[in-house]
């Protein structure tokens, strides 16, 4: 247990690696040791946190690669190979909302256009099931690996608003829970695959429907969270480290088909 955090020897990749949460997570790894590659539609965001890369004692790259085209993904697994050798741990960091699949203002939901409910629904579904069959497969040949995918409080509580992004990740929470089983029985037991469910983490994204953008305050819809959330506060990036950890070590090797909520207490609370 005194070595639960030393990830020296392993190679992981993050999709989504650099957005906020991802950046987050990548450099932790590499800090306790991990060949990290940080695969990224924009590569070029990684730049905000590459001096933190740099200072090991893991090592790091950043990857061009798309999770919704599994050609590019493909090619993004063979340059990762190439680099770092063989593959045993993905984390699938890579998902988001889009303002026009959101009700409110001028949309409501009899409103919101298909284009943009199939961008979010294919971004954060089909954008964590194609780096599972393209980066799996290694894992699948060498008989152990780690999956690692992230959905939502809002599959275990829908929120409004939000519907597509709410559908999108229960359907990854139940994809974790089938893929688990699924590659246990068909692969190896060595193959665990597990998400985290986070609660409600101040991000870039949702920064200004959760507070005013002028004062720094708290909107009525983040008012209402942080009255619902027993921590009284939003989450942060490094919030989400512990648990991360926890489930790519193995400590937690008896571990598989799990969705861990990270939510402040959001999920237990009734409201009264």
Not at 134 to 156: E, H, T
Request: hydrophobic share 45%.
């Amino acid at each position: 247990m005194v070595d639960t955090n030393d990830f020296s020897g392993r190679t992981m990749v993050v999709t989504g690696g650099a957005g906020v949460l991802g950046g987050e997570i990548a450099c932790s790894l590499v800090a306790c040791g991990a060949r990290v590659a940080i695969l990224d539609k924009d590569p070029s965001l990684a730049d905000r946190f590459s001096d933190r890369l740099q200072q090991g004692p893991g090592e790091a790259m950043v990857v061009g690669g798309d999770v919704l085209d599994a050609a590019a993904l493909t090619e993004s697994e063979k340059t990762v190979r190439d680099r770092f050798g063989s593959i045993d741990t993905l984390v699938n960091a890579a998902g988001g909302n889009h303002p026009r699949a959101t009700t409110g203002g001028d949309l409501g939901f009899f409103d919101l256009p298909a284009e943009a409910l199939r961008f979010v629904s294919e971004l954060n579904l089909l954008g964590t099931i194609l780096p599972c069959q393209v980066f799996g497969k290694s894992m699948a040949a060498d008989k152990r690996g780690v999956i690692l995918n992230i959905s939502s409080m809002n599959a275990f509580r829908p929120l409004t608003r939000i519907p597509a992004y709410s559908a999108a990740k229960a359907a990854v929470s139940n994809f974790t829970q089938w893929l688990a089983v699924h590659m246990a029985q068909e692969y190896s037991p060595e193959i665990r695959v597990n998400a985290l469910a986070p609660g409600f983490f101040l991000t870039e994204q949702n920064r200004f429907l959760l507070t005013e953008e002028e004062t720094g305050g708290l909107t009525d819809r983040g008012r209402t969270i942080i009255e619902h959330t027993p921590m009284a506060r939003f989450g942060t990036p490094e919030d989400l480290l512990g648990a991360t950890h926890w489930l790519l070590s193995d400590a937690s090797s008896f571990v598989t088909g799990v969705v861990v909520p990270v939510d402040g207490g959001f999920s237990a609370f009734s409201g009264v």
